[in-house]
């Protein structure tokens, strides 16, 4: 029989859909202390809170009879299939997680994860950036991930190093002006 002919009635293959990890092998999985809270209560959420009541939702629109064409069954379905998704993201997610902690960092005079570096470019522009985990990246925030090429370029280097920056409109250089260690207790 077509494997078209087996699947559920909601037309979605849920594997086809899974997130993509944006780490590629080999990489850690690093995450400050506030990233790593911030997935943990988003993971607590979704559990406690945001998939019970979906499961609730299904359940009775199930109960109203002819599933094909229930708008509340199928809407409230695939909700279910995103949050059974972003539930198993997040698990993993945390499950790999190595926690940097910027209060054990040891050379704070060199920019490394967890770091606010302020810098300034050709056009004396001063740019500040949060090197943090992947998941923890918000450029409306100012907060790159550690693996980006503006973070890769400023790795292990200190106040008043210039550094060629290689982009889209050519090479820059940047020069650093501020490297800060947000402690939290």
Request: glycine residues 8%; hydrophobic residues 35%; aromatic residues 6%.
């Amino acid at each position: 029989m077509s494997k078209a002919f087996t699947k559920d009635g909601d037309g979605e293959n849920e594997e086809d859909h899974d997130e993509i990890d944006p780490l590629p092998k080999d990489i850690k999985n690093l995450m400050t202390p506030v990233g790593h809270k911030m997935l943990s209560d988003e993971l607590e959420q979704l559990v406690r809170f945001e998939r019970p009541k979906i499961v609730e939702i299904v359940s009775w629109a199930a109960g109203n009879g002819d599933r094909s064409e229930n708008g509340d069954y199928l809407y409230n379905k695939k909700k279910l299939r995103e949050i059974d998704r972003r539930l198993r993201y997040l698990t993993k997610r945390l499950e790999t997680a190595e926690i940097v902690d910027p209060k054990k960092q040891q050379n704070l005079d060199k920019v490394f994860f967890g770091a606010t570096v302020t810098y300034v470019d050709g056009d004396d522009t001063e740019m500040t950036v949060k090197l943090v985990g992947v998941d923890e990246a918000d450029m409306d925030h100012g907060k790159i991930n550690w693996i980006s090429p503006v973070a890769r370029a400023l790795m292990k280097k200190g106040i008043g190093d210039e550094i060629e920056l290689r982009t889209v409109g050519g090479t820059q250089v940047i020069e650093i002006i501020e490297i800060e260690y947000e402690i939290i207790d």
